[in-house]
């Protein structure tokens, strides 16, 4: 038995939860129809002034180098650690531009990555890699990370297709590569791996997070001591909640089709690709749906520190509400059928797909942070970078 024949029905009771959630909202709604107005009408004052306020710029926001001194101590402590051959592997110039955007989310029998290899660290080098893991991401970020990393170990123990495919399943098959020197003006870290590839990069005091990929099959564990265990839940439920939320009317704009084509999905080296935004503005949303929406934003770029992360909420908001877009491919009411949304404006790409399980439920997911403007702090050195052909 394989991993997708084991977790072939993943979304079932995501589904099942779905539905009841649903179902109960909708009785609640008939018996309190004039608080739902009165509730909705806050919410949208509420969302009004939470998207469109008036806000410092990053810069002024983000605090400079002092902010972000834990990301520089704990990448220095982790250099540290490590031996000379080690940092050769690990360190090369911040101007290394094609090994700065060589990342893929392929395993690595697919695909070879540089840098050094987490499974060459001892116990002492995998705790101060995991500690400058932390200090780059939020609470929820790391753990998102760290569970994405670990779930190639179920993959591990399940897989039975092959010596290489299951040798690639591993938590340890996970590649860091660092770019100049913590803590000076210019510098930056990657790690790249199956379904993980988060990229940092920090100027003058202030931080991109993006790229950031992030991924997992299974996305729910069926079985099993790790029944139950999932990654990625909330992106889903959190997404079919504005989904179901439009209207007739609504979804005519924001359901661009009910199909969900190969070509959409903007991973590496595509992001050129949207010259255009699609789907149905925020201010086209009610209050409550808007306050969906945002908290969606927010579940995709809360994974990075929070100072990085309010700082390209605060971008977004300064975008405005007719900026920000809502598209959505596939089915609006079967999770475990393939389906995918995008969230688009001029400060941030999103991208969330369920891939395709055939004729049985999905349960395999993809999901991407972009900034059309910045990735890798491309904006604020003032120079573009092409990234390579995705394989």
């Given at each position: 038995?394989?991993?997708?024949?084991?977790?072939?029905?993943?979304?079932?009771?995501?589904?099942?939860?779905?539905?009841?959630?649903?179902?109960?909202?909708?009785?609640?709604?008939?018996?309190?129809?004039?608080?739902?107005?009165?509730?909705?009408a806050?919410?949208?004052?509420?969302?009004?002034?939470?998207?469109?306020?008036?806000?410092?710029?990053?810069?002024?926001?983000?605090?400079?180098?002092?902010?972000?001194?834990?990301?520089?101590?704990?990448?220095?402590?982790?250099?540290?650690?490590?031996?000379?051959?080690?940092?050769?592997?690990?360190?090369?110039?911040?101007?290394?531009?094609?090994?700065?955007?060589?990342?893929?989310?392929?395993?690595?029998?697919?695909?070879?990555?540089?840098?050094?290899?987490?499974?060459?660290?001892?116990?002492?080098?995998?705790?101060?890699?995991?500690?400058?893991?932390?200090?780059?991401?939020?609470?929820?970020?790391?753990?998102?990370?760290?569970?994405?990393?670990?779930?190639?170990?179920?993959?591990?123990?399940?897989?039975?297709?092959?010596?290489?495919?299951?040798?690639?399943?591993?938590?340890?098959?996970?590649?860091?590569?660092?770019?100049?020197?913590?803590?000076?003006?210019?510098?930056?870290?990657?790690?790249?791996?199956?379904?993980?590839?988060?990229?940092?990069?920090?100027?003058?005091?202030?931080?991109?997070?993006?790229?950031?990929?992030?991924?997992?099959?299974p996305?729910?564990?069926?079985?099993?001591?790790?029944?139950?265990?999932?990654?990625?839940?909330?992106?889903?439920?959190?997404?079919?909640?504005?989904?179901r939320?439009?209207?007739?009317?609504?979804?005519?704009?924001?359901?661009?089709?009910?199909?969900?084509?190969?070509?959409?999905?903007?991973?590496?080296?595509?992001?050129?690709?949207?010259?255009?935004?699609?789907?149905?503005?925020?201010?086209?949303?009610?209050?409550?749906?808007?306050?969906?929406?945002w908290?969606?934003?927010?579940?995709?770029?809360g994974?990075?520190?929070?100072?990085?992360?309010?700082?390209?909420?605060?971008?977004?908001?300064?975008d405005?509400?007719?900026?920000?877009?809502?598209?959505?491919?596939?089915s609006?009411?079967?999770?475990?059928?393939?389906?995918?949304?995008?969230?688009?404006?001029?400060?941030?790409?999103?991208?969330?797909?369920?891939e395709?399980?055939?004729?049985?439920?999905?349960?395999?997911?993809?999901?991407?942070?972009?900034?059309?403007?910045?990735?890798?702090?491309?904006?604020?050195?003032?120079?573009?970078?092409?990234?390579?052909?995705?394989?």
């Amino acid at each position: 038995m394989n991993a997708d024949d084991v977790f072939a029905d993943g979304d079932r009771q995501t589904a099942q939860s779905l539905s009841c959630a649903t179902g109960k909202y909708h009785a609640a709604s008939r018996r309190g129809e004039q608080m739902r107005r009165s509730a909705i009408a806050f919410l949208a004052v509420f969302a009004s002034l939470v998207m469109q306020a008036p806000a410092a710029t990053d810069t002024q926001q983000s605090g400079g180098n002092r902010q972000f001194a834990p990301m520089a101590e704990s990448a220095s402590a982790f250099l540290a650690t490590l031996t000379s051959g080690q940092r050769a592997k690990l360190v090369h110039r911040f101007d290394d531009n094609e090994a700065r955007t060589n990342w893929s989310n392929l395993p690595s029998n697919e695909y070879n990555r540089d840098g050094l290899a987490v499974a060459n660290l001892s116990a002492a080098q995998r705790i101060a890699f995991h500690q400058m893991l932390i200090a780059a991401m939020s609470s929820q970020g790391y753990l998102k990370s760290a569970t994405i990393m670990w779930l190639d170990d179920i993959l591990r123990a399940q897989e039975t297709r092959g010596l290489a495919r299951v040798s690639a399943r591993s938590s340890a098959n996970y590649w860091i590569v660092m770019f100049g020197q913590p803590g000076s003006a210019r510098w930056g870290w990657m790690i790249s791996g199956h379904h993980l590839a988060a990229n940092f990069t920090i100027v003058n005091g202030e931080v991109a997070f993006t790229p950031l990929f992030v991924g997992a099959n299974p996305q729910v564990i069926r079985a099993g001591p790790y029944a139950g265990w999932r990654v990625l839940e909330h992106e889903l439920v959190r997404g079919f909640a504005l989904a179901r939320s439009l209207t007739d009317q609504q979804r005519q704009t924001a359901v661009v089709s009910g199909v969900v084509t190969d070509d959409l999905f903007t991973g590496k080296g595509r992001k050129d690709q949207l010259k255009a935004m699609i789907g149905i503005p925020a201010s086209q949303l009610s209050g409550h749906q808007q306050q969906l929406l945002w908290g969606l934003v927010r579940e995709f770029v809360g994974s990075a520190a929070d100072e990085a992360a309010d700082a390209k909420l605060r971008s977004i908001q300064r975008d405005g509400l007719n900026q920000l877009h809502f598209a959505w491919w596939g089915s609006t009411m079967d999770p475990t059928r393939r389906f995918m949304y995008r969230i688009h404006s001029p400060s941030i790409l999103i991208e969330y797909v369920r891939e395709g399980g055939g004729s049985a439920p999905a349960n395999h997911v993809h999901a991407i942070v972009r900034d059309p403007r910045n990735d890798y702090g491309e904006d604020w050195l003032g120079k573009h970078y092409q990234e390579q052909p995705h394989p």
